[in-house]
């Protein structure tokens, strides 16, 4: 759901195993008639020809010229990020379609779960997929959610996403699997923490 395209930055993931429910920021593309752009191009042409509300750049034109479609010539090149009241891509609901019938797990993180229909995931997965909510709060008992002993399929884990995941990987092994040369900084500087003290506790366990 979220539109900075962070994710992109981050991992080695392919592009075709995300979906973007929301959008992204790193592309641009035509509102007319859905032409994706260059995104380097379209940074470039923004640059050139919109002018700097915030006046920090000086070389930022005075005027604002329109960034043309190179396809229709539309003045419509936007980053791709789905505006409220517009429709989601297509693969959303197709992905849902196909993809939801056999999920084993669905991971549900950082989110309100009040916005549909990105929060219809929740109780379209079929009764055998287990769900885990990663988040400060627990979200989503309209939607079906359970919290508490009673719940036999969902699962709450509390807290900021980054130390939850990194509680997790240290569980299943994978710690040293992340390529922390590439994440965010606060992110990186968790990781190097939770290594540096698995390293001192194995220390302790072969001294004692
Ligand atoms: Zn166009």
């Keep these: 759901q979220n539109i900075d395209g962070l994710e992109g930055q981050c991992t080695d993931l392919p592009r075709e195993k995300v979906v973007a429910v929301h959008g992204s920021m790193d592309q641009a593309s035509c509102e007319m008639c859905g032409e994706k752009g260059d995104f380097d191009e379209f940074c470039k042409e923004v640059e050139e020809k919109i002018k700097d509300i915030s006046k920090s750049d000086d070389s930022a034109p005075e005027i604002s010229t329109p960034i ?10 936007k980053p791709s990020i789905v505006l409220f009241r517009s429709n989601l891509p297509r693969e959303f609901y197709d992905r849902a379609r196909e993809d939801l019938p056999t999920a084993d797990l669905l991971i549900v993180v950082g989110t309100s779960l009040t916005v549909s229909p990105a929060n219809t995931l929740v109780y ?7 769900r885990l909510v990663v988040n400060n709060e627990p979200v989503g008992t309209r939607l079906g959610i359970q919290y508490g002993p009673e719940s036999s399929r969902d699962f709450f884990a509390q807290g900021f996403c980054d130390n939850v995941f990194l509680e997790l990987m240290d569980h299943l092994g994978w710690l040293k699997d992340i390529a922390h040369d590439k994440l ?6 968790l990781l190097r923490e939770r290594l540096a003290r698995a390293s001192a506790e194995k220390n302790n366990v072969l001294r004692s």
């Design 68 to 77: 043309l479609c190179k396809m229709c010539g539309c003045a419509t090149v």
């Design 124 to 130: 379209r997965a079929p009764s055998t997929t287990l």
């Design 184 to 189: 965010p900084e606060a992110s990186a500087s």
